[in-house]
């Protein structure tokens, strides 16, 4: 049994410059030397979505979860040494994270542009890529290996590199499509929201 819990959050439109300065210092010092380079907007979503992980640990495990433990390897995919594995998306207006105890996991946003007069056509290519994002998630790849990715007729499974992945669509909220990649079938995907100010101390 695969139990994947996946928690996601509205971004701010102007984030506040103090909010996740907590989660920020308890960061590994090479991860808040690269965040501390980028836009507001961009260092504020990333914060959120590793704040989402650490309360999804903390659900899974019933304790709280010690950012300082997060690993950022190069061009490789970021994890805590002693599990559990997650994976991290945001899109302009939304930020999500899946965390499971069960294997790797890959997870996917994307949002539809509403006032699109193509909307079921992008909703559909959208599906794709997120599927394909997904699988090179968990595959611990990055979107110069898209084009490898494999995709199954129904978006039910997709392989990379001789890996193969269970997929599986997430409702998150309306006009977001999102997919979660996992190595075993998932048979459990409790979705929660939080709310951004919640996130705003760190925890």
Request: charged share 25%.
């Amino acid at each position: 049994m695969t139990r994947v819990l996946v928690l996601h959050a509205r971004l701010r439109g102007t984030p506040d410059p103090g909010a996740l300065e907590e989660l920020l210092e308890r960061l590994p010092y090479a991860r808040r030397l690269e965040l501390g380079r980028r836009d507001p907007p961009s260092r504020y979503a990333s914060l959120a979505g590793l704040a989402l992980v650490m309360r999804g640990v903390e659900i899974l495990r019933g304790g709280p979860c010690d950012a300082g433990q997060l690993r950022f390897p190069p061009g490789g995919k970021p994890q805590l040494p002693q599990g559990p594995s997650f994976s991290i998306s945001h899109g302009g207006t939304r930020v999500g994270a899946a965390v499971s105890e069960e294997g790797e996991v890959g997870f996917d946003l994307e949002e539809v542009d509403a006032a699109s007069q193509v909307a079921c056509a992008a909703t559909a290519r959208l599906e794709r890529w997120t599927a394909t994002e997904a699988v090179l998630k968990a595959a611990g790849r990055g979107l110069r290996d898209a084009r490898a990715v494999e995709l199954g007729e129904w978006l039910q499974q997709g392989r990379v590199g001789g890996a193969s992945f269970h997929l599986r669509p997430v409702t998150i909220a309306p006009g977001v499509v999102a997919y979660l990649a996992t190595v075993s079938p998932v048979t459990s995907v409790p979705v929660e929201e939080v709310e951004a100010s919640a996130l705003a101390v760190g925890r």
